[in-house]
């Protein structure tokens, strides 16, 4: 019998002193009822000891961010070596979270500063985040919106989720909604299902993309129900966010089994954390097991600078030593993005190792993922062209109906393109800039 039964057993007859039927196990209600949010009960239920001086340190911790992880989730702890177990380092508090560190932020990613209505964060042109619910099922303790868990422990009523949805609708340039929190799928089926057929109501909006970590730490709330209304209003995507191997469990297979065959197309989130997942092999694994099981390896985050968090940061290089332990070495859509969320809002900036060793105008020198140094000829018959978007008499064949009509580039697009006069991009507050300015 796997630790995970046992634990499971265990777990469900401790918490209600009676037998507990497999059928409130897996409800997801139960579940959520059931959270456990107090270190005696988590010691008690695992079976674990901390010695006061321990406890003492961890009810601090409490005071400043709380604790609250699902029974489920819970039993995926290995308690013969709890203290090294990746389950038990993403759920319980350590007291190294109150050590803030130089670089420390509240809010690292500005969110609350992007924020033009309530709920909602736009920082890139085309799509936005929609912030529906303030709670989770668990606390994650390398939530990157730690400052707020705990807050507000609620889902926004309607007329707060109807602000967001006003300001959506008056963005004609937003095709892509990304709904998230906390976690959007606290929301009950019908509350969900309300939100989604306002957002479908929208004509610009194309897309609709849903944050969730139910799969991994409370697969029970992708029922059948859920799945059947989620159906009716695709195009939606969603994203989750597994960090280790070991929490593809067979509920949590079952999940993603229902989400993919209702046609929804399946990501997944990595955060890298040290003491967690900071090795090749078990990312390597962790992709594997994800493809298996139909989801999408997407991003692999840098761990934010979030306070509370420096205990679980690895440097770059460890994300970029992941990356070339795969890149090549196995299927391409088994590798994620390796992304760092720009402190101060500029969004996610990709990292990968380096691949173009040099180049002259005909020939362009690689290297591979062996180690092997390659050349390739830059075509010589390539006339190059001048374009000044004059789409309509370009003998390219873009017929613009539906494509992005959007004639401003903007960053480095606006360098390289020949229709903007700009040469080059200088940050604001410049010295030599406002003495030129100034004479
Ligand atoms: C991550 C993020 C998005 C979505 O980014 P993608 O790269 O399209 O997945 C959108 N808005 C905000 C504020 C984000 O942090």
Redesign the pocket.
Known sequence: MSIYSINQQKIAADLSENQVHQSKWTDWHWQLRHSINRVDTFEKLLGIKLNDVERRKIELTLRKFPLSITPYYLSLIDTDDFRNDPIFRQAFPDPKELEIDKCDMSDP?A?DR?SPAPGI????PD???FHISNVCSMYCRHCTRKRKVGDTDSIPDRDQIRAGLDYIRGATEVR?V?LSGGDPLMLSDQYLDWVLTELRQIKHVQVI?IGSRMPVVLPYRITDGLVEMLKKHHPIWL?THFNHPREITSSSKQALRKLADAGIPLGNQTVLLAGVNDCVRIVKSLVHKLVENRVRP??LYQCDLSEGLSHFRTPVGKGIEIMEGLIGHTSGFSVPTYVI?APGGG??IPLTPNYLISLSTNKVVLRNYEGVITTYAEPESYKTKFCERQCTTCDLQLKLEGADDNNNATGIEQLLCDYDETISLTPAGNERMERRDGS
Do not use: I, P, S, W
């Open positions: 990613l969110e992007d964060t736009h920082r890139y799509r936005v985040l892509d990304l993309r994203n997407y991003y969320d969004g996610k």
